[in-house]
């Protein structure tokens, strides 16, 4: 009864490769958000989806394209994978509004050799 | 922008004793929340405790207090009676009240060990 999980957990793949990361929440959140760990372990926000509607897009290279299909999934979809795109994916979801704690999944190891 | 700043790369302590971990924070906002996020080796972000900005008190959660001066802008995180189960990367992260555009900024971490 996983609240926020994230598939694949493990992600190897050759640059200039395209893949996608899925997650999928049971909490009944209407915010969802995709985070980045690099390998120095800084946590930066990428996107976030209210209610499927895209708020919030950090800077991020147009190679990452997220897709929210309804509240409860959010993926990520990367094109042309780069050696720097190395790091975990983490996914998240909160109740908007209430400004408690975002629940996060257990993330996505993306290695790109 | 809020900027989130954690002095302490890395610490550790025997375990049974206490250890206080530092953060401060930059903002001009008057309404906001801090969080302290616990990283285990599992990988997986666990929220250690959460405090209002409007609230004087000090949130507490078992062995884990905070200690937030507000005017300092700072909030730190105590453990008492550490367990070797605490030893993890702890994250401190602010949110501003944003109603719909609410997001985490983090700090860079604290790795703490705790020593048997």
């Given amino acids: 009864d996983t609240a ?6 493990y992600l190897v793949t ?23 760990q690099d390998s120095k ?24 394209s997220p897709k929210s299909p309804d509240k409860a999934h959010l993926n990520l979809h990367i094109n042309s994978l780069e050696l720097g795109d190395s790091a975990v994916y983490f996914c998240a979801s909160s109740q908007s509004n209430r400004f408690t704690e975002a629940f996060f999944g257990q993330g996505t190891r993306l290695t790109v050799v | 922008a809020q900027t989130v700043t954690q002095s302490q790369p890395e610490m550790s302590v025997q375990e049974a004793e206490t250890v206080t971990l530092s953060c401060t924070y930059d903002t ?7 969080f302290w996020y616990k990283q285990p080796p599992s990988r997986q972000m666990i929220l250690v405790i959460r405090q209002e900005a409007y609230k ?10 905070v200690n937030f001066q507000k005017a300092a ?5 105590k453990i008492s009676d550490s367990q070797l189960g605490d030893t993890a990367m702890y994250f401190c992260a ?4 944003n109603f719909g555009n609410e997001k985490l900024t983090f ?8 020593i048997p």
Wanted: glycine residues 4%.
């Fill in chain 2, 94 to 97: 602010f949110m501003k009240q």
């Fill in chain 1, 14 to 36: 050759q640059m200039g490769n395209d893949k996608s990361i899925k997650c999928e929440q049971n909490l009944g959140h209407d915010t969802m958000y995709w985070y980045k």
């Fill in chain 2, 28 to 34: 001009s906002e008057s309404n906001y929340y801090l």
């Fill in chain 1, 4 to 9: 926020v999980s994230q598939t694949p957990k």
């Fill in chain 2, 73 to 77: 802008k700072s909030f730190s995180l």
């Fill in chain 1, 41 to 64: 372990k800084f946590l930066k926000i990428m996107f976030s989806y209210n209610n499927k509607e895209l708020i919030i897009n950090e800077t991020v290279p147009n190679r990452f």
């Fill in chain 2, 56 to 65: 004087q008190q000090n949130a507490t959660e078992n062995r884990f207090s």
């Fill in chain 2, 107 to 114: 700090g860079t971490g604290t790795r703490l060990t705790i």
